[in-house]
């Protein structure tokens, strides 16, 4: 499944952004839902995730400063960024059709990933 991001760009240290995701119907499945994060030479890494009954995590990096939501009546899967910091730089991609009892870390447990939009926090 390829799905589309937008609201990626560039933002001064304190600023936010606002990442969104058209799900392809996905959000009104169950399965875990989640944003990940890759820098160049790194593993993508698990942001945050919300699992079937709202129930979200987060990185501890992000805890405190990012939201991520879900909404059925638009199908997508979104992402509230504030107080950024140079170091949440990177690209987000956007996760879906993941494990239905529990929410993964792991990037092989989702089968459906979008096409990445880009972070840059100077």
């Known amino acids: 499944v390829q799905l589309v991001e937008s609201g990626g760009g560039s933002v001064q240290a304190g600023g936010s952004l606002s990442l969104s995701c058209a799900t392809r119907?996905?959000?009104?499945?169950?399965?875990?839902l989640a944003w990940f994060r890759q820098v160049p030479g790194k593993e993508r890494e698990m942001v945050a995730q919300i699992q079937d009954d709202g129930a979200k995590h987060y990185d501890s990096t992000a805890e405190g400063r990012f939201t991520i939501s879900k909404d059925a009546a638009k199908d997508t899967l979104d992402l509230r960024m504030t107080s950024l910091k140079p170091e949440d730089s990177g690209m987000y991609y956007c996760?879906?059709?993941?494990?239905?009892?529990?929410?993964?870390?792991?990037?092989?447990?989702?089968?459906?990933w979008g096409q990445g939009t880009q972070v840059t926090v100077s």
């Open positions: 119907g996905y959000t009104r499945r169950s399965g875990c």
């Open positions: 996760a879906v059709d993941g494990p239905v009892a529990f929410c993964s870390d792991y990037p092989s447990d989702f089968r459906g």
